[in-house]
């Protein structure tokens, strides 16, 4: 069966897109989506998306990180995705419903509003999210959020100075959080500006992270005090993150299409 992908990146976070909204595609388990993942036997990519029909919205996203699991949620690919849609839709993601808007060569995401209950992360047992008495090396009592994903944001002096590549896998996988965690670290660089480093939950190490700039821009306008929009600058460059308590975050910037392709489905099955 030969089956056509998109290429796309949002900030050098990058995705393999396969539309089976009509070309129906056989299920897709943990080791396929791995194995289109793998950057020296597959496609590469950080993360597998797939767009499905949906009974209640325009349509469904699937997210399936390199590691082959399925997620909630990916900020950066949303854009990309409105970018590929081309026009505004409201679509159903397992983290749920998410409104996209394409504009000037990416897009603006309404990704729905966050969650702080402890329960909601979620976390092994009930603390306080906004200022949880853990810690792990440098990194202490950090802010727990929901955004349709589980992120916890540690605001320090220096982001580049903390060694993410040691303290972000320990973190991820601690008991505290049963369907493991993102680790966001972050410093106030300006008025309303925020640096921000992200161990990605099944991904590693990332140039970009929307989901990751939503939470930490939450983190910052309630921590910190902050007036959005926010700009979050992560490696691979600029997201503006906009939020009002009670209401909905709306994350804006970039995507990028990189090439188009396809391959057989049985060199992955």
């Known amino acids: ?91 159903e993601t397992a983290g749920g419903a998410i409104s996209l808007e394409p504009a000037n060569g990416g897009a603006s995401v309404a990704i729905g509003k966050p969650r702080f209950e402890w329960d909601a992360i979620p976390l092994a047992y009930a603390m306080d999210t906004a200022n949880m008495p853990v810690g792990w090396g440098e990194l202490e009592a950090p802010i727990a959020v929901n955004v349709g994903n589980p992120h916890v944001i540690f605001f320090v002096q220096d982001a580049d100075a903390v060694d993410l590549a040691e303290l972000g896998p320990q973190i991820e996988t601690d008991a505290l959080f049963p369907e493991r965690i993102n680790v966001n670290v972050a410093s106030q660089v300006g008025e309303n500006h925020i640096k921000l480093r992200v161990w990605e939950r099944g991904a590693g190490l990332t140039r970009a992270c929307g989901t990751g700039a939503c939470a930490t821009a939450v983190a910052a306008i309630s921590r910190l005090q902050m007036k959005g929009p926010v700009t979050v600058s992560l490696p691979g460059g600029d997201l503006e993150i906009a939020w009002e308590r009670g209401k909905s975050i709306v994350m804006t910037g970039p995507a990028t299409e990189s090439f188009r392709g396809s391959f057989e489905w049985d060199d992955f099955a």
């Open 1 to 91: 069966m030969r089956v056509d992908f998109t290429k796309m990146h949002g900030l050098g976070n990058d995705f393999v897109v396969l539309d089976a909204r009509e070309q129906r595609l056989p299920a897709i388990s943990s080791a396929i989506a791995s194995a289109i993942a793998d950057r020296n036997t597959g496609i590469g990519c950080d993360q597998l998306i797939v767009l499905e029909p949906s009974d209640s919205h325009a349509f469904r996203m699937r997210i399936y990180n390199a590691d082959g699991g399925e997620v909630e949620a990916c900020g950066n690919a949303s854009r990309a995705v409105a970018m590929l849609h081309g026009e505004p839709a409201v679509i």
